[in-house]
C-alpha cells in the first residue's frame, strides 16, 4: 500500500535485458540508485506485465503475436514495462502523480516496431485513461529528442486525446492536422526551453498528463544529443513541466523515454540523467478530482 505523499514508481527486474540498447538496460541501474533511498519519497512498486488482450487496444493482432510468441526475453521485458505503464496510469488517477521505469513507446505503430520502440504505452495510457477512468480530455508530452509519430498514428485522431511534442531531430516527424496538436522540432538549444514552455502552455484543461520524459536531448548522448543541452537545461525542464502539474492540479505520470550513452556518459551516467524527473515528482503534490 503506498503510503500518503510518496510517489509510486513501477518498476521489476523484468523490464531489464542484460545487454544491448539502453533502452531496455538503464532501467536496472535507475533503479538500484532509487532503492538506496537517493530521493526519499520514492515508492518502488513491481507490475503485473500488461496482457495480450490490454494490448490489443492498439496493435495489430499478428505484429503482436510475432512480439509474444518471439524472444523470450525481449517479450519478458516489454509486457513487464508496458504493465508497469498502465500501473503507473492508474496509480496516478489516486495519487495525484506516479512513474514507470520503462523506455521505447513513442514510435510504436500499430503493426509494427520502430526505433527500440515495441509497444506504444503513451498511446494505450492515454486510452486507458479516457476509457476506464472517465478523463474527458488527456493530454501527451513529449520531449524525447525525436518526434513522437507512432503516438500520433495511434490517438492523433482522438478527440480527447492532446498532443504536444518537443523534439531535437525530425526523426519519426508528424503532421499537426488539428489545434489538439503541437509539434516543435528545435534547431538549437536556446530555443529549446522556450519551446518547452509553448507546449506546456499547449496543454490546456486536461484531465490527466502522461509524461515522456526522455533524456537524449542531453549534448553527451550519441544518439539524440543536441549541443548546449546540459544537465541544467535538463533539469530547468523538469521542473517547469512538474511544476506545470502542480499549478494546474493536472494528475500525471512519467516514463523514462529515451537517453543513451555516450563518449563520455556511461550506462550508469545515463541512468543518473533521469534523476531529476523523479526529484521533480517527488517534490510536487497533486490531488486527484474524484471521477466516479
Ligand atoms: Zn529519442
Not at 544529443?225 to 535538463?234: W, Y
Request: some cysteine; hydrophobic content about 40%; aromatic content about 6%.
Amino acid at each position: 500500500m503506498t503510503t500518503k505523499n510518496n510517489l509510486p514508481i513501477y518498476w521489476s527486474p523484468d523490464y531489464v535485458l542484460d545487454s544491448g540498447v539502453e533502452t531496455r538496460t538503464k532501467s536496472g541501474p535507475l533503479a538500484k540508485i532509487l532503492q538506496t533511498g537517493e530521493i526519499p519519497s520514492v515508492e518502488m512498486i513491481a507490475p503485473l506485465p500488461a496482457t495480450r488482450e490490454e494490448l490489443l487496444v492498439i496493435h495489430d493482432e499478428k505484429y503482436l503475436d510475432r512480439l509474444i510468441n518471439g524472444d523470450a526475453d525481449l517479450a519478458r521485458s516489454i509486457l513487464a514495462s508496458t504493465g508497469g505503464v498502465r500501473d503507473a496510469l492508474d496509480a496516478m488517477f489516486v495519487h495525484g502523480r506516479a512513474g514507470s521505469l520503462s523506455s521505447g513507446l513513442h514510435h510504436a505503430k500499430r503493426d509494427t516496431d520502430e526505433g527500440f520502440c515495441y509497444i506504444n504505452g503513451l498511446a494505450l495510457a492515454a486510452l486507458r485513461a479516457i476509457a476506464k477512468h472517465g478523463a474527458k480530455k488527456v493530454g501527451v508530452l513529449d520531449t524525447d529528442s525525436h518526434c513522437g509519430g507512432g503516438t500520433f498514428q495511434l490517438v492523433g485522431e482522438n478527440e480527447k486525446v492532446t498532443l504536444a511534442d518537443v523534439s531535437c531531430n525530425s526523426y519519426d516527424i508528424w503532421r499537426p492536422n488539428s489545434d489538439r496538436h503541437y509539434l516543435e522540432v528545435v534547431n538549437s538549444a536556446s530555443e529549446y526551453i522556450d519551446a518547452v514552455k509553448r507546449a506546456l502552455a499547449h496543454i490546456k484543461d486536461v484531465d490527466a498528463l502522461i509524461y515522456n520524459a526522455g533524456m537524449d536531448p542531453f549534448e553527451d548522448c550519441a544518439i539524440g544529443g543536441m549541443p548546449g543541452i546540459t544537465r541544467e537545461v535538463l533539469k530547468e525542464r523538469e521542473r517547469l513541466v512538474a511544476q506545470w502539474c502542480e499549478d494546474t492540479q493536472t494528475p500525471a505520470m512519467f516514463v523514462l523515454a529515451g537517453g543513451y550513452g555516450g563518449a563520455n556518459l556511461d550506462l550508469d551516467g545515463v541512468a543518473r540523467l533521469h534523476l531529476p524527473t523523479i526529484r521533480e515528482f517527488a517534490r510536487i503534490l497533486i490531488t486527484p478530482k474524484s471521477n466516479n
